[in-house]
């Protein structure tokens, strides 16, 4: 059996101040800047759980909960919850906080998939990625549908494999 880790040990806390700026015309938080928020936060899990250079591969299913308002905060929780030889999972967990009166709500989950990759970080061709070790009973029900949903993604990524080749990549002016 190759090297295993502890899910907190990729464990990421980030929190964000929701400022006028980040809005869109409805007065919510913008759904791209939430996801740049989500794939630095995953990035830095990859990086804590496998300690090389990674590449974001997917972001799988990011669903909006609850809109995020100004003057809340975004609280961004993210660890690795799966590998497999050389790519990972990391579960993504958004709550949302009015910092006048101090409810929280679940706003967003979603899961991001990276791939290690061979890099100026580390220069061996052959490794793998350590495997994961879930311990409070959220991990341990996040961690569980792991190879399912890693399933799923392998078939949904062939299918669209398929569908984009049959795209024109012409642009029409």
């Keep these: 059996m190759g090297e295993r880790k502890f899910c907190r040990e990729s464990k990421v806390i980030q ?84 910092l006048v009166t101090g409810e929280r709500y679940l706003a967003a989950t979603c899961f991001t998939t990276f791939v290690a990759v061979p890099s100026f970080m580390n220069g061996e061709k052959e490794f793998q990625v350590p495997a994961v070790i879930p311990e409070t009973e959220e991990e341990k029900m996040v961690c569980a549908g792991y190879e399912k949903r890693r399933q799923a993604r392998l078939a949904e990524r062939n299918q669209y494999k398929d569908f984009a080749a049959k795209l024109s990549t012409e642009i029409p002016w």
């Design 15 to 98: 929190t964000h101040r929701i400022f006028p700026f980040d809005l869109n015309p409805f007065g919510f938080l913008y759904g791209g800047k939430l996801t740049a928020w989500i794939d630095d936060a995953s990035s830095i899990s990859i990086s804590r759980h496998c300690r090389r250079g990674a590449v974001t591969a997917s972001i799988d299913s990011l669903n909006f909960l609850k809109p995020l308002h100004a003057n809340h905060s975004a609280c961004i929780e993210t660890f690795v919850s799966g590998a497999h030889h050389k790519s990972m999972e990391v579960f993504v967990k958004v709550v949302g906080e009015d």
